[in-house]
């Protein structure tokens, strides 16, 4: 399932191996409803699954745009818009800008970025090369990577937000050894969003912060839902709990994403995947039954057993 130079012809095939739920190929090409949820304290919606982008972004040297490019497609007719980015260097990101630039795309995805630098003017720098080579004079979403140099970048990002650069700002983290950080972070300065890493293997954000941000009203993004692919390797060769097809779940990748989805603190959850049949499969995870709490507990015992 994981061959790294799909091709159109691939991906149908690969579609058909997968036999998702009952869906035909024509079907997978076709716009569909994804469910969507409203960002807190707006009109606006988004669909529940969208997409990470730091490995088929920096793949794109080696590469080409293709395969992002149709990851990306396969995100939008399967009804999602929301892509996480990374700014790591400018030849990719300036490949990976006339990608969501072409004109199927433009207007249907939701680009979130991040600050990653130190000190005012770097911040400053990161967010124009960012405008630059997305072609983009507005981001939906600029967040601090890790909570990097939080409080100067913090003053960047709400200067930007008040002059209509980006519509919403944020931080991110994808570590409990974060957390503390974050929450003093969201008291006091109520982000529009935050990332955070949450998946069926690391459920630490249950505990408090996810509850928090849904105290708060705070819109809630989530990293890791596979910690990077370290899921798959710890499940090996086991097969997916028959069980699960009663939610409509038929792989590992979505049995994760189906315990995530249902917390009510969740906006969107981002799977990151240079393959569009994984995309597709991901795509799925938000469409039929979400398992209730019952089956979310038996789920929990399925993977603490691994
Ligand atoms: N501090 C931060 O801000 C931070 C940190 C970490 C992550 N993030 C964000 O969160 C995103 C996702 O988190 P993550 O990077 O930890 O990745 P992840 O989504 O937890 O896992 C990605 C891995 O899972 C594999 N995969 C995806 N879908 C699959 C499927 N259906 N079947 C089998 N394998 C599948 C991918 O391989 P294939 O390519 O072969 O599908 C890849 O190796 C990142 O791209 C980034 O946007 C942010």
Redesign the pocket.
Known sequence: ??GNNTTRRDFLALMSALGLTGVGQSELFAQDQMPSRQIPGTNEWLPIIGL????PVSQIAERGTEHIAEVLRALVANGGSVV?T?PRNPANDASFGRVISEPDLRESLFVAS?IDKVGRDAGIQQFRETQRLYQRETLDLVQI??LTDLDTQWRNLKDWKASGKTRYIGA???NASLYEQLESFLRRDRPDFV?INYSITERGAEERMLPMCQDLGVAVII???????AY?RQLGQRPVPEWAAEFDCD?W?QFSLKYILPHPAITCV??????PA?MV??ARAAFGRMPDDAERNRMKAVIDKV
């Open positions: 399932m994981s990470g982008s730091s490995k996480d990374w991040k990577f890790s991110t983290v994808a990332q990293n890791r839902p596979f910690m990077n692919g798959f792989s990748a981002l799977t990151e995947t240079s393959n994984h499969e991901n």
